[in-house]
């Protein structure tokens, strides 16, 4: 049976989850600003000897975005750096995909239910992306992409909207017609690492792992860019 780790600190959330033996445990707190402090004691407790392997974990899965970009510096770092030190690979997740898993679980939604996962990416913009769900999995029906508010276009343009996670707070700036979609709310909810697991299990089965050197967060802003660990501390040509 297949073990996870899981990492998700894209958010005001440090998330850490272990997969095992059909269980779950799970590490969360709200803390925004400290996940680098937090997180590797949160790691101790879920694997007291640091022996990933040695604990049976297969993958490693993370969020991968887009998200806070130092929460997303500090997960990609520390999962580039478990994957490289036991030799495990990684799966990458959408932070906003992994919301819309925790909203399947939490707030009791029916299997029709379309989610518009939001975040706030600062600035007076933010994230998003749609979400059906087929077999007790999101599946991406819009986005993902990053926009004001008031700039925000779904493709469809009929189906009532359950919207999630900290981008809700823009609510009232979208689009009149987008507005009234809009039959539900969870302006409070953070995408937990638990939820990253159904999703890396489909990614698994699929074949879609990473090596620790191609592990780097999904920005959907242009201007934003990433250097991969080989990378860091190298001069420009």
């Known amino acids: 049976?297949?073990?996870?780790?899981?990492?998700?600190?894209?958010?005001?959330?440090?998330?850490?989850?272990?997969?095992?033996?059909?269980?779950?445990?799970?590490?969360?707190?709200?803390?925004?600003?400290?996940?680098s402090q937090r997180l590797f004691g949160m790691l101790r407790e879920l694997l007291p000897d640091g022996d990933l392997r040695r604990q049976g974990v297969d993958a490693i899965a993370y969020g991968c975005g887009p998200g806070s970009f130092t929460g997303l510096r500090i997960a990609a770092s520390a999962v580039q750096g478990l994957a490289f030190a036991h030799s495990l690979p990684a799966v990458a997740v959408s932070t906003l995909a992994c919301q819309a898993q925790t909203a399947l679980r939490r707030e009791s939604l029916s299997a029709n239910t379309l989610v518009l996962s939001l975040l706030d990416a600062r600035i007076n913009e933010l994230y998003y992306a749609t979400y059906a769900y087929s077999?007790?999995?999101?599946?991406?029906?819009?986005?993902?992409?990053?926009?004001?508010?008031?700039?925000?276009?779904?493709?469809?343009?009929?189906?009532?909207?359950?919207?999630?996670?900290?981008?809700?707070?823009?609510?009232?700036?979208?689009?009149?017609?987008?507005?009234?979609?809009?039959?539900?709310?969870?302006?409070?909810?953070?995408?937990?690492?638990?939820?990253?697991?159904?999703?890396a299990l489909a990614g698994l089965e699929r074949g879609e792992i990473q090596r620790p050197e191609d592990v780097q967060p999904v920005y959907v802003r242009d201007e934003i860019s990433w250097k991969k660990l080989s990378e860091q501390g190298k001069r420009g040509d």
Do not use: K, W
């Open 135 to 199: 077999g007790d999995l999101p599946v991406l029906r819009n986005g993902p992409g990053g926009c004001a508010p008031a700039d925000l276009v779904m493709d469809d343009e009929e189906q009532p909207l359950y919207a999630v996670g900290s981008g809700c707070r823009f609510l009232e700036a979208l689009p009149v017609r987008l507005q009234q979609r809009i039959h539900g709310r969870a302006q409070d909810l953070l995408p937990e690492a638990r939820d990253l697991i159904p999703l």
């Open 1 to 35: 049976m297949t073990a996870i780790l899981a990492i998700e600190t894209a958010t005001e959330a440090c998330s850490v989850a272990l997969y095992r033996d059909g269980e779950v445990s799970q590490c969360h707190e709200v803390i925004p600003r400290q996940h």
